[in-house]
């Protein structure tokens, strides 16, 4: 049986997850008291269910602590379970709260909404250094759906490394485990002629691989994973996320996602380019 728990706060797209493993085929439950989580994989085990998805949230607080017991207890019936946390930027699901009109969970007459997202924050934590995470903020339902598709499929056996580019004037990725900043790499946005293209056009590459620093930063940054990625495999992580960043996250972090990529490939890689739509 493959068990997925879907985590993470309030308006960081959840019920888009498991709308998503739902039309996969799991039998999904939105906000299940973790105490009854054991009761439901044995029935819907006997049942002939074998793919459940489970959106387990900040109103399930009180139990939220005793998620590692239970996660290791399926585990040790047999049972393949994944754990997904959804999150987001403060600003951006103030904005969510604002255009939905929704109330947050944990609103009442003495906390402000922002004050209640980062309450919520710290109240998961501990769950979020468990899990998958994936940052929300700059992704559109479409894409955000792509990416749960790509989480399905995943060997939880093996280490899934997630290189990813981003902008820093979009700010930091939250999901990330390392970020490496390739700024000070030429820019080929100044070039009017590559300013359009992005990192995997030849183009842009030619013109970056005729730069020595570029080289130079590629191969620092791949002797650094190679160094420590197999100590993240003996402590059996499960995910790890490197996030490379330039200035506008389309020219020189994508070419150093691409080229990083193609050279751990024997690994489970992910890539995912936060800035390109």
């Not at 489970?54 to 239970?70: A, F, K, M, Y």
């Not at 393949?80 to 709260?97: G, I, P, Q, S, W």
């Not at 197999?230 to 200035?247: A, E, K, M």
Request: hydrophobic share 40%; with cysteine.
């Amino acid at each position: 049986m493959q068990i997925i728990l879907i985590s993470g706060l309030s308006g960081s797209g959840k019920s888009i997850a498991l709308n998503v493993l739902e039309d996969a085929g799991y039998y999904c439950v939105d906000n299940l008291p973790l105490r009854l989580l054991s009761d439901l994989t044995r029935i819907l085990l006997q049942s002939g269910n074998e793919r459940i998805a489970v959106s387990i949230d900040v109103r399930s607080i009180g139990s939220l602590t005793q998620l590692p017991q239970h996660i290791q207890a399926l585990r040790v019936r047999g049972m393949d379970v994944r754990l997904l946390f959804l999150e987001a930027k403060t600003d951006t699901l103030v904005k969510r709260f604002s255009e939905t009109r929704r109330k947050h969970p944990l609103s009442d007459d003495r906390l402000t909404l922002p004050e209640c997202i980062e309450h919520e924050r710290e109240m998961l934590a501990e769950i979020r250094e468990l899990a998958h995470k994936m940052d929300t903020s700059d992704l559109s339902p479409n894409v955000l759906r792509s990416w749960v598709q790509e989480f399905i499929h995943i060997d939880r056996s093996k280490l899934t490394l997630l290189f990813q580019s981003f902008g820093f004037k979009h700010g930091l990725p939250l999901d990330s485990d390392m970020v490496f900043d390739v700024r000070c790499l030429p820019n080929p946005f100044y070039d009017l002629n590559l300013r359009p293209l992005t990192g995997k056009q030849k183009e842009v590459v030619d013109y970056l691989e005729s730069d020595e620093s570029v080289g130079r930063m590629y191969e620092d940054i791949k002797a650094f994973l190679e160094t420590w990625i197999p100590c993240f495999i003996r402590d059996n992580r499960s995910y790890l996320s490197v996030s490379i960043g330039c200035t506008g996250g389309q020219h020189r972090s994508v070419y150093m996602v691409e080229k990083l990529a193609a050279h751990f490939s024997s690994l489970q890689v992910l890539i995912r380019h936060r800035e390109l739509k």
